[in-house]
């Protein structure tokens, strides 16, 4: 059961001029077909040095992530190398 306090949830309150990666060390624990590494990744607007650094380096390109506008991501299948953009809002 997840909590408050575990490392997979995050709060669900909306706060301004906050960055945030999640990379969970232990993805089983959401989804119990996981069983060994991180398949996919998803990003929206970063401006952190070191978040935008992570997050290229575990897409193994730039994903240009300080560019994106408010509402639109960047998704990569690091199995197959394909990219998806999108926009939510």
Do not use: W, Y
């Not at 998803?42 to 240009?64: I, M, P, T």
């Amino acid at each position: 059961m997840l909590t408050p306090g575990s490392p997979e949830t995050a709060p669900h309150r909306r706060q301004r001029d906050r960055e945030t990666v999640f990379c969970p060390h232990r993805p089983n624990r959401l989804n119990e077909a996981i069983t060994n590494e991180v398949s996919e990744l998803v990003c929206f607007r970063l401006q952190g040095e070191n978040a935008v650094r992570r997050v290229d380096n575990l897409a193994g390109r730039s994903l240009g992530a300080p560019d994106l506008p408010l509402g639109t991501f960047a998704a990569v299948n690091l199995d197959s190398g394909g990219v998806l953009r999108g926009k939510l809002f």
